[in-house]
């Protein structure tokens, strides 16, 4: 089987792998139609031979929408979470594509030693997955909490997006931010520095994501968060020691690619880029993504969404966030914003095949 291409052939290791995951529809607003669903396997593994991987991706909306879309999730999220946006966001005109970064949702090691995944290859996958899947018409990166500074990373790494939509930008070189993200903030003094120390055996052991960040302000909705809380393979999930260890030593795609001159992303060429980040957001407050924003040299322009909590489902912000999505798709396009693009390809309408129906394939 050729790395790096779909693993159509491969078993699925349960009747639960290929179900339809839709528990967290209920907390988004519904949908006014039906949105195709299919899934597949994408066989992957790192750079550094420590794992290969069948990853979950999936593809969201009409195969022929004008706009390609990427929806990246953060740490307490995966495919499941994001499903609900994606399928609004396609009636918007985009193909959308969903994956289940290593150690998250319906992804799974196939061989290496557990607990090898590290932050750098989240970043190399979602690289990977925009060249897999490139082809002639637009593509926007969509973040969702550290999904966007992925997303930002994804872009300037490959040169592909004609845009970057976030709903938060966390640079985790800042100790202000480091201090924003996590459970407590003496963690980011005390605790974090000794994630330096997990190199060796030590790094492949688990560590829970919700015992070192606040994720029970995930949303300021109790039964959205509680069921991120609940979800084994997102909220409720651990990552190992080298995970974290190697995120607190990444730096935004932008620094890195600085001339030596330069410092911090404002020397460096960049495709626009979009903050939405909730108003009334608990986890990680706006002012910290605003100011790497206004740090960036190209394009940019942010919106705060009116009531929303960090996963932004709450009215009357989530239609703003649908509605910004929708202006920038129009300008990509260069037509005037229509009302929402069918399930099957077509203005306006609905589709009423048995895929569309069901929802997933």
Not at 183 to 196: F, I, K
Not at 200 to 223: D, K
Not at 230 to 259: C, I, M, N, Q, V
């Amino acid at each position: 089987m050729p790395w790096g291409r779909p693993a159509t052939a491969a078993p699925e290791p349960s009747a639960e792998r290929g179900a339809r995951d839709d528990r967290y529809e209920r907390h988004v607003r519904p949908l006014p139609q039906p949105v195709r669903r299919v899934r597949e396997d994408w066989a992957w593994r790192d750079r550094d031979g420590r794992g290969e991987w069948l990853l979950n991706v999936e593809h969201v909306g009409a195969d022929d929408a004008p706009v390609r879309m990427l929806l990246v999730h953060g740490a307490g999220g995966n495919a499941a979470a994001m499903w609900p946006f994606a399928a609004h966001l396609s009636l918007l005109g985009a193909r959308v594509t969903l994956v289940d970064l290593p150690g998250y949702g319906r992804s799974r090691q196939v061989s290496g030693r557990r607990g090898s995944v590290q932050y750098p290859d989240w970043q190399q996958v979602l690289v990977d997955l925009v060249e897999r899947e490139h082809d002639e018409r637009p593509l926007v990166l969509v973040g969702a909490s550290m999904g966007g500074m992925l997303a930002l990373d994804a872009a300037v790494t490959t040169g592909l997006a004609e845009r970057v939509i976030a709903t938060c930008l966390l640079d985790v070189t800042r100790a202000e931010v480091r201090s924003g993200i996590v459970r407590w903030p003496w963690l980011a003094s005390v605790g974090l520095p000794l994630l330096g120390l997990a190199r060796g055996p030590l790094a492949h052991l688990p560590l829970p994501i919700r015992w070192l960040t606040p994720m029970a302000t995930i949303s300021n909705s109790p039964g959205l968060s509680s069921e991120v809380l609940r979800d084994r393979r997102g909220g409720r999930g651990a990552l190992p020691l080298g995970w974290y260890r190697t995120f607190l030593e990444s730096r935004p795609a932008l620094s890195r690619k600085a001339p030596d001159h330069a410092t911090g992303p404002e020397k460096i060429t960049q495709p626009s880029v979009i903050l939405l980040h909730p108003d009334e957001d608990r986890w990680t407050p706006p002012e910290l993504s605003e100011d790497f924003l206004a740090r960036l040299d190209g394009p940019t322009r942010s919106v705060r969404l009116v009531g929303c909590g960090h996963f932004p489902v709450e009215e009357p912000g989530f239609q703003q966030l649908l509605d910004e999505v929708a202006a920038e798709l129009s300008a990509i396009r260069g037509t005037p914003e229509a009302t929402f693009w069918g399930a099957t390809g077509s203005w306006g309408q609905g589709g009423n095949d048995e895929q569309t129906q069901q929802g997933w394939q």
